[in-house]
Nanobody, 123 residues
């Protein structure tokens, strides 16, 4: 399966962005999808995950209440709506697909990765 992340850009603190992860090659409904991010000089970290059915979601504490993950299996796309953004949200955001039903927070649970999209939040 191939993944293409898009939607990154420059936004002011308090603003919003929506990232998209387009999946091709296989049916999206067979995969859980997670979002991870890597800030400059830091290790990549888990952000959010959605189960293959869309019925279960998970979030890092740092984004809970501000970010919302969703999926449209008919469009083979997963979204990450980011609101009330903070400068510490600045990072390259990656989407990844897992053959498991949920995926979880660990990177090695994911089989395929997209190329990343840069998000910059100015103060």
């Amino acid at each position: 399966v191939q993944l293409q992340a898009s939607g990154g850009g420059l936004v002011q603190a308090g603003g919003s962005l929506r990232l998209s992860c387009a999946v091709s090659g296989r049916t999206l409904s067979r995969y859980a999808v997670g979002w991870f991010r890597q800030a400059p000089g830091k290790e990549r970290e888990f952000v959010s995950v959605i189960s293959w059915s869309g019925g279960t979601t998970g979030y890092a504490d740092s984004v809970k209440g501000r970010f919302t993950i969703s999926r449209d299996n008919a469009k083979n796309t997963v979204y990450l709506q980011m609101n009330s953004m903070k400068p510490e949200d600045t990072a390259v955001y990656y989407c990844a697909a897992s053959r498991s039903s949920f995926g979880g927070i660990r990177e090695n649970n994911y089989d395929s990765w997209g190329q990343g999209t840069l998000v910059t939040v100015s103060s």
